[in-house]
């Protein structure tokens, strides 16, 4: 949390890492440590997370979720269980809690993974919004997360395709959740100009 936290909106998010193994303890998880990670160094404002492993069983990832809607998360995020395997079903469990369906942030997604595998066409990564909640589904490794979150760079660093983060703060927005404000180093916000709230400023 940097020096300025105290001048931004607190948001409440949800982290899932869904995994049978990694929940058995079979493996250590890597998906909450990557989230977290990424969120701390992209968002100028103070994190509350809410952090689940959870394994790969449908009733138990859309509890979850319920759950985390009603804690109050203005953002849910989760990671893995996206695949076509027979045990992948976040998805369906993410689909079974929505609302509204935003299907812009899957397609985004996947884009950009194609950037690097042809296989990324077997991903099944969605997003709904719930009550005020925005509910993302992640890839399931911690670079494809930062990738499809923050998006490509080219060699000198400038932006060559947005990741997905960029809509968040302003989606967050239309649904009644807190001002997001994002490290422009780490992932640029995107919001009409009628929407940005004015800097504030310290005497």
């Known amino acids: 949390m940097n020096s300025e ?6 948001i409440k998010i949800g982290i899932v890492s869904v995994s049978d193994r990694a929940s058995n303890g079979v493996y250590e998880d890597k998906g909450l440590p990557a989230l977290k990670e990424w969120l701390t160094r992209a968002l100028k404002n103070p994190i509350v997370f809410e952090p689940r492993l959870i394994p ?57 993974s194609l950037k ?7 991903s099944r990564q969605c997003a709904v919004i719930r009550d005020k909640t925005l509910i ?16 490509l760079r080219d060699a000198n660093g400038e932006s060559v395709m947005a990741g997905i983060f960029a809509a968040v703060p302003y989606c967050i927005d239309l649904i009644g959740g807190p001002y997001v404000e994002t490290n422009e180093a780490v992932c640029k916000a995107f919001r009409p100009k009628s929407a940005i709230r004015a800097q504030k400023t310290t005497a």
């Open 5 to 10: 936290s105290s001048d931004f909106d607190t």
């Open 56 to 112: 790969d069983e449908q009733a138990a990832i859309s509890m979850a979720l319920v759950e985390l809607v009603d804690a109050g998360c203005a953002l849910v995020l989760t990671t893995g269980g996206t695949g076509p395997a027979l045990r992948d079903v976040t998805p369906e469990a993410t689909l079974a809690v929505a609302h509204k369906e935003m299907p812009g942030f899957g397609e985004q997604m996947r884009q950009i």
């Open 116 to 122: 690097f595998v042809p296989t990324a066409i077997l």
């Open 136 to 151: 993302i589904n992640l890839p399931g490794q911690p670079k494809s997360i930062a990738e499809t979150l923050e998006g």
